[in-house]
């Protein structure tokens, strides 16, 4: 994308650019001064602003405005003289001249909803191709940012093997669970994950202030009957309780809950969020939904509890649909991920026979994010040279 032409508008408090496409994007002086890119502004080493906005004078203006011979915008701005140059493509991808109203509950670019007819595509990457190709381990990541989960085979079965995976792409958080858990079946547990029951559709730790924000459970020995996982988009399900029960959806997104863990020695957790977040543009960015660590809801208006009830109950139902989850039998040496403020897992019950032995672990998306646009910059380039 390159620009065409600009011109000064409202008194040089903005400008306006008709780019080749015949799109036409407005500016605003101070936006554009506060965000140049040039080395006075930002540094050259790590990108970080050099200046607070309170070094921009309050009546900035933009005194000249041109297009440059490759298409990019080069501004003037008074007072003080400054010049900044703008890269087309950086602007485009940075337009906010656009309608900002959005239904409530909409998703980011790039994430996929999905339901059990994922059940044919689940994504899949080995472990010893993400180790020497750096493209592959990228396309794993995304298909993570796409459906929130993926599966990874020949994944090593020796004790603690998982946390090499996690420093793929970021770094372990350690919990009070350790800095990675075991989960096989065990006598007076101090958490049902622990057991041979089967589990409702979940997120972990939703009693955690942050939450983490991804899970992986890799597997080492599993020779029971059942025990097989399974993964529900709680995306999905949020979205199609909005198209049955609008009222309910705003309701559950309105009113937060408690979630409490205190079962184990000197530990005693609590959070307030609701069981589906919105931002504050009505972005749908976590789903937190566990009824083993809901505590009694107190934050919902007597006039309203008895229809937030019914929406819980609803989403519960939706949850539990087989037509919304994709499941899958973990073999030894193969491993799952789950983005843990989107995706819900569960397992079904198992035989008292046999062994099941997977471990877990917690990290976080940051990371995952970070490293998955730093391999899509470098392919950028790569592509451009």
Not at 14 to 21: K, P, T, Y
Not at 82 to 90: D, K, L, N
Not at 157 to 179: K, M, P, Q
Not at 204 to 232: A, H, K, M, W
Request: charged content about 25%; hydrophobic content about 40%; aromatic content about 10%.
């Amino acid at each position: 994308m390159k620009a065409k032409n600009v011109e000064i508008i409202e008194a040089g408090h903005a400008l306006r650019i008709q780019w080749s496409n015949g799109e036409q994007s407005r500016f605003h002086a101070l936006w554009l001064r506060d965000n140049a890119l040039d080395p006075k502004t930002r540094s050259s080493g790590n990108g970080q602003r050099l200046i607070t906005v309170l070094d921009i004078p309050v009546d900035t203006v933009i005194d000249s405005a041109t297009v440059t011979a490759e298409g990019d915008l080069a501004a003037g701005f008074a007072p003080g003289g400054h010049q900044a140059a703008f890269p087309a493509r950086w602007l485009h991808e940075r337009i906010y001249d656009r309608p900002q109203a959005r239904t409530a509950g909409w998703l980011a670019d790039r994430i996929e909803p999905w339901d059990g007819s994922l059940q044919a595509g689940v994504p899949r990457a080995s472990y010893p191709l993400l180790r020497q190709d750096r493209r592959a381990l990228g396309d794993w990541l995304a298909a993570v940012r796409s459906y929130g989960f993926a599966v990874l085979t020949e994944v090593p079965t020796t004790s603690g093997s998982l946390c090499d995976i996690a420093a793929l792409f970021g770094y372990v958080r350690e919990t009070n669970y350790g800095r990675w858990f075991e989960v096989r079946a065990e006598v007076n547990p101090n958490n049902l994950a622990y057991t041979n029951l089967g589990l409702q559709a979940h997120t972990d730790n939703p009693y955690r202030d942050p939450v983490p924000t991804l899970q992986l459970l890799s597997c080492l020995e599993n020779s029971v009957d059942g025990g097989d996982s399974i993964v529900v988009d709680g995306f999905a399900v949020a979205l199609r309780l909005q198209r049955e029960n609008p009222h309910g959806f705003e309701l559950l997104t309105r009113y937060p809950v408690r979630f409490e863990y205190a079962g184990s020695a000197g530990v005693c957790l609590q959070a307030k969020r609701p069981f589906i977040e919105l931002g504050p543009d009505g972005e749908m960015i976590a789903i937190r939904f566990n009824n083993r660590s809901a505590a009694p809801f107190v934050d919902v208006p007597y006039a309203d509890m008895p229809d937030f009830y019914a929406a819980y109950r609803r989403f519960a139902e939706i949850l539990e649909d087989p037509a919304m989850e994709v499941t899958f039998k973990l073999k030894p040496g193969e491993l799952f991920i789950v983005d843990n403020t989107r995706v819900m897992h569960a397992r079904k019950a198992f035989s008292g026979t046999g062994k099941r032995w997977l471990q877990g672990c917690y990290a976080d998306k940051d990371g995952l994010l970070s490293t998955l646009a730093a391999i899509e910059a470098e392919t950028k380039r790569e592509a451009a040279e």
